[in-house]
């Protein structure tokens, strides 16, 4: 049967995911995060996306961010600073979204910091899940989770490998950088594992127009080592340390430039940062075929420290978040009375502590503290008939922040999805989701004119909760216009509504003096009395031999229900990509279009529109697959533009201008 006559003229001019998702080849890839059980992508109920750990090394990303903005509703505001880049989902960010790497949980103390320092070079892939997720993921889940995952050997060696190792090396003009990365992978009877190292150095950010950023001096060195034992045919153990060191000298806040003040007014220091995360585990058995069981204990840390500059009165500073943490999972298929029941259960805990110093004396920014969360998941994948299912899933939390204050949520999450024909699915849902506020967020304290900033406390603030409902649909197609072609198309349209969300206010200004010059703001994180959302995204890869034609399209509003005021909400996103891929050579374009933010009622935060323009190209030695040179000019145009974000909307830092990069790479 023919694809609707409606449908085709807007698929041949707008068709396709970028290539960040997985390829239109990959028509029965599976995703993790939706339901916390493997799903073929195309049957998930739910808006998510797949990027494979090898477009991060096409692309020649040194953060995740540079690829993961491109996918609908995801977002990285915050300058061109590795450090400074905070992630975005659906407009949630910070601790309203889950973050995730290998399954643990990384938590930030500061929404002017990145909670990610991993080379992208270190990841097999990542799967961004976009709605809400506190059903199966507890506390944080209110714009979704981004999912990391690191190297795997079992991925990379066939059967007939017993080890392999790749070297890469490549050169960015942009921020003057030069990178160094390798991995070995081995295996050796029931054992294998992966060890890579990456390291790296930067220098000043030529940003668009030709305009300079700095000081931005530093090196970085990452490294992974996983291993795992297979103890039986379904039986393995696994444990995987991965730590990051960071020595780089930029303003304290990373997200700043010149913009705060005059040249040479902007204090800077030589910041210190230590990201390290151990884990250890087991997994039972075959989540698609069989009864599944894995539990797992992990340890981070995120250890900021900035050295004393005696020339800008710069005192020794160090912020320090470390979560301790561990889950138990068991996933089993049953049958009765004639339908088909896929039921998971476990349950999450983890404690986040906090401790900051400013020259060995409290830091009344980030108050020192701990918060505990835990909370029991059980979720029922029901098929009602052959081509109808029903997914009900509920959560219990409890969190304690401090000594005393204990609190719960119950989160629950219903979905329908159905079969349409043979190439589609339709899905809806209602979901809720809560997040808890952070030590940060109520007792932030700050004051005086010699500071960049002042914060007010606000020890009265409430969880926020959102309530909303969504409905998609998935579309693949073989043989679509041509015999061999292949089309995948995916939509949602989301509509909830947040009690008590929680945002950062401009409540006054103040005159600021020595060391800095100019206006300062005033911020407080307040409760709004209720804020409304709603948007739409759509993503879809159609391929026709040698060529693949992409687009992705988001939209997003948020306003206050009591004022009519427009909240934090980045504007619509539309990137477009064009992939040919050849026998030696391969080519990309890829756009993305931004327009303005001219609506908030933050008047710091709003933006101008703008469009970017990339080309990358691969090229592969004639019998040697894995001797190749990757090379790519990053905004092409040089246009100087300003992402939006919610964090730090005074410091208008704008983003890394034309760069070219070369890279090659070689695999034994």
């Known amino acids: 049967m023919n694809s609707p006559v409606l449908l085709r003229p807007l698929l041949l001019a707008f068709t396709a995911c970028p290539p960040t998702l997985a390829t239109s080849d990959s028509l029965e890839t599976v995703v993790v995060t939706a339901t916390r059980t493997a799903t073929p992508q195309h049957q998930v109920a739910a808006s ?10 096409r692309r020649q990303a040194s953060t995740v961010g540079e690829v993961l903005q491109d996918l609908p509703n995801v977002d990285f505001g915050g300058g061109p600073r590795a450090a400074g ?22 938590n930030a103390a500061s929404g002017l910091h990145s909670p990610l320092y991993i080379d992208p070079f270190l990841l097999e892939g990542a799967e961004v899940l976009r709605g809400a997720s506190s059903s199966l993921y507890g506390n944080g889940g209110l714009g979704g989770v981004l999912s990391l995952r690191t190297l795997s050997a079992r991925e990379r060696l066939s059967e007939e490998e017993s080890h392999a190792i790749q070297w890469r090396a490549g050169v960015d003009s942009g921020d003057l950088s030069k990178r160094v990365q390798t991995r070995v992978d081995g295996r050796s009877g029931n054992l294998d594992g992966v060890a890579a190292l990456a390291v790296a150095d930067w220098d000043r950010i030529r940003q668009g127009a030709g305009r300079t950023l700095r000081p931005n001096a530093g090196r970085s060195a990452n490294g992974l080592l996983t291993l795992a034992y297979g103890w039986d045919a379904r039986t393995r153990l696994h444990f995987s340390h991965r730590a990051y060191r960071e020595s780089v000298l930029r303003p304290n806040n990373p997200q ?10 902007v204090p800077v220091q030589r910041h210190l940062t230590r990201q390290v995360q151990t884990s250890l585990g087991a997994t039972v058995g075959d989540t698609e075929a069989e009864p599944a069981f894995s539990v797992g204990l992990y340890h981070t840390e995120l250890d900021q420290q900035a050295e004393a500059n005696p020339d800008f009165n710069l005192r020794r500073s160090a912020t320090l978040t470390e979560t301790v943490g561990g889950h138990l999972f068991h996933s089993l298929r049953l049958e009765e009375g004639g339908r088909h ?16 110093d400013d020259d060995g004396q409290p830091n009344p920014v980030l108050p020192a503290g701990r918060q505990t969360v835990y909370g029991a998941f059980l979720q029922d994948e029901v098929e009602l008939n052959a081509s109808l299912q029903l997914i009900a899933s509920v959560r219990q939390d409890r969190y304690r922040t401090g000594p005393t204050d204990t609190s719960g949520r119950l989160s629950p999450k219903l979905t329908l999805t159905g079969a349409v024909g043979r190439d589609g699915r339709l899905y809806a849902s209602y979901a809720e989701a809560y997040r808890a506020p952070s030590l940060s967020e109520s007792g932030m304290s700050l004051s005086g004119s010699q500071y960049l900033f002042n914060f007010v406390p ?21 043989g679509w216009l041509a015999e061999g072609d292949r089309l995948r198309i995916q939509g949602a349209l989301f509509r909830s509504r947040v009690e008590d969300l929680i945002s950062t206010a401009v409540i006054g200004r103040y005159t600021r003096s020595a060391p800095f010059s100019g206006t300062g703001l005033i911020f407080q994180s307040r409760n709004e009395a209720q804020a409304r959302r709603h948007g739409a995204e759509l993503e879809a890869a159609y391929r026709r031999g040698a060529w693949e034609l ?38 990309s374009w890829r756009a993305r279009f931004v327009a303005a933010q001219n609506d908030d009622a933050t008047v710091a935060r709003r933006t101008a529109g703008y469009g970017v323009h990339d080309l990358f190209l691969r090229w592969r030695w004639a019998g040697h697959d894995r001797l190749r040179l990757d090379a790519a000019i990053g905004n092409l145009f040089d246009k100087h533009y300003v992402v939006y974000q919610s964090a730090n909307p005074s410091a208008r830092t704008a983003e890394m201008g034309r760069a070219y990069r070369l890279a090659i790479s070689a695999g034994f």
Request: net charge neutral.
């Open 48 to 57: 998510v996306s797949r990027v494979e750990g090898e477009e991060f090394v």
């Open 85 to 106: 880049r905070v992630p975005t989902i659906r407009g949630f960010s910070g601790r309203e979204i889950t973050v995730l790497v290998d399954g643990v949980r990384l």
């Open 256 to 265: 700043a430039d010149v913009a705060l003040g005059g040249p040479g007014q």
């Open 341 to 356: 029941h896929r039921i998971s259960y476990g349950f999450d805990v983890y404690r986040d502590r906090q401790h900051a």
């Open 458 to 478: 606000n020890p009265a603030l409430r969880p926020e909760i959102d309530r909303g409902v969504e409905a998609g649909f998935h579309y693949r197609r073989r």
């Open 550 to 587: 992409a687009m992705a399209y988001s939209r997003l509003r948020v306003r206050n229900r009591d004022s009519g005021e427009s909240l934090f909400a980045p504007p619509d996103k539309l990137v477009l990509t064009l992939d040919w891929h050849g026998e030696q050579l391969d080519a």
